[in-house]
């Protein structure tokens, strides 16, 4: 299985902060990984498909880069209602695995 | 719009059967465009891919849970089900439908989750 790791665990930020989470492959994926946000008691939402290509609907302030192994998520201009946990996940292979999530919370 | 609905039992004994069923409004789970998923998230284990279900009936499921899975359709109710045989502890946890385009194992829009506890 290929394995997902995200960094780092939890961040503490600020509204209006710049922030980059990391999601590191323990195998070569391509470009097939996808970011999630989930806020507590709901289901994750899709950010970022394809590495960097933004779902409808999801604001311009998230963007995605990477390929390979290597991937980050950058949110610029923290927003209140960005706060949430984050979520990589690999699409390259099955099993498909997620990493283990990034918590995002207000300094 | 899409939207998915996760039904069934939120309490299971050990060693019985889970049985799930995902009600989908605002599309067909007869389309070809399509794999309709099933993903759990426990404190323990985090977000877990169980496995999808094509129009066509073929599926795919997690090799760690492939043993204990059955997935089906229901099409006269426009439902996907999810079935998982000799459950422990270890299967407690929030149970997701979700929606991926073929092809594309990006899941979008998920099922608001149902909870199921395994205990006596």
């Known amino acids: 299985d290929i394995q997902m790791t995200q960094s780092p665990s939890f961040v503490s930020a600020s509204v209006g902060d710049r922030v980059t989470i990391t999601c590191r492959a323990s195998?070569?994926?391509?470009?097939?990984l996808a970011w999630y946000q989930q806020k507590p008691g709901k289901a994750p939402k899709l950010l970022i498909y394809?590495?960097?290509s933004l779902q409808s609907g999801v604001p311009s302030r998230f963007s995605g880069s990477g390929s390979g192994t290597d991937f980050t998520l950058t949110i610029s201009g923290l927003q209140p209602e960005d706060f949430a946990t984050y979520y990589c996940q690999q699409a390259n292979s099955f099993p498909l695995t997620f990493g283990q999530g990034t918590r995002l919370e207000i300094k | 719009q899409v939207q998915l609905q996760e039904s069934g039992p939120g309490l299971v004994k050990p060693s019985q059967t889970l049985s799930l069923t995902c009600t989908v409004s605002?599309?067909?789970?007869?389309?070809?465009?399509?794999?309709w998923t099933w993903i759990r998230q426990s404190p323990g284990k985090g977000l877990e891919w169980i496995g999808y279900?094509?129009?066509?009936?073929?599926?795919s499921y997690n090799p760690s849970l492939k043993s204990r899975l059955t997935m089906s359709f229901d099409t006269s109710k426009n439902q996907f089900s999810l079935k998982v045989t000799a459950v422990t502890a270890a299967d407690t946890a929030v149970y997701y439908c979700?929606?991926?385009?073929?092809?594309?194992?990006?899941?979008?829009?998920w099922g608001q989750g149902t909870l199921v506890t395994v205990s006596s």
């Open positions: 195998q070569g994926i391509g470009s097939w």
């Open positions: 979700a929606r991926a385009p073929y092809g594309r194992m990006f899941f979008d829009p």
């Open positions: 279900i094509y129009y066509s009936g073929s599926t």
């Open positions: 394809s590495a960097s």
């Open positions: 605002g599309g067909s789970v007869t389309s070809d465009e399509y794999q």
